[in-house]
């Protein structure tokens, strides 16, 4: 298995703000990814996020409002950038391992609200 | 993208066996089949997964149905704490790159 760590667990933000969300795992892992979760609803990919290399983001999102690092094999960040309302979400990071096939492993979650 | 079909919502009393399906009628013969869960205020957790045999572990079973046509997740004694959100999820072995796409899930309800 593997630990996530995601910091904030929360954050109230002003419009037009941008928050930058890590991820951090206790083992390397060959896949970091980065969903969406809005109130009530299921998760949305964001992107997956490649070591060494730009992310490959899923259809409706793009990297100017959602840029991503991917530094070493344990970090990444997700920054949403000029917040408004309608990104009040939570975010959430998942890793797979590689040694599990196929299995992945999610963090608790940054829960934002956007004022 | 092969696609999962399941109820919005489902209720059972705990300690009793909780029968939870999922129809994938498309499904390929390099898909597994994987569920997870998210308990209130958490990120999904893996539960189980499986390719054409039934599955155990100390989760849950997981029943696939010959055509695998339809799989049933199995919590055979149902607790408060398994009230969560159910999600079937087909992952093909072909593509390396594949990635975890949810769908609505069922709701558990578990009445004490």
């Known amino acids: 298995s593997a630990v996530i760590s995601q910091k904030p667990s929360r954050d109230i933000c002003q419009r037009g703000t941008s928050l930058t969300i890590q991820c951090q795992v206790d083992?390397?892992?060959?896949?970091m990814f980065w969903y969406r979760q809005q109130p009530g609803q299921s998760l949305t990919l964001i992107a997956t996020?490649?070591?060494?290399?730009?992310?490959?983001?899923e259809s409706g999102f793009v990297i100017d409002k959602f840029p991503i690092s991917r530094p070493n094999l344990t970090f990444s960040t997700l920054t949403v950038s000029n917040m408004s309302p309608e990104d009040s979400s939570i975010y959430l990071c998942?890793?797979?391992?590689?040694?599990?096939?196929?299995?992945?492993?999610f963090g608790a979650g940054t829960r934002l609200s956007v004022l | 993208d092969a696609k999962t079909t399941q109820p919005n919502s489902m209720e059972s009393n705990e300690e009793e066996p909780v029968h939870l399906p999922c129809n994938h009628s498309?499904?390929?013969?390099?898909?597994?089949i994987h569920w997870y869960r998210q308990l209130p205020s958490q990120g999904p957790e893996y539960v189980i997964h499986?390719?054409?045999s039934n599955v155990n572990n100390r989760m849950a079973s997981l029943a696939i149905a010959e055509d695998r046509k339809s799989s049933t997740l199995i919590l055979h004694r149902a607790t408060l704490r398994d009230a969560a959100v159910y999600y079937c999820i087909l992952r093909t072995l072909l593509n390396r790159d594949d990635k975890i796409i949810f769908g609505k899930g069922t709701r558990l309800h578990i009445l004490p």
């Open positions: 499986g390719l054409t």
């Open positions: 998942s890793v797979e391992t590689g040694v599990a096939k196929n299995i992945q492993y």
């Open positions: 996020a490649n070591q060494g290399s730009e992310a490959t983001y």
């Open positions: 083992s390397q892992v060959t896949m």
């Open positions: 498309t499904i390929s013969g390099t898909d597994y």
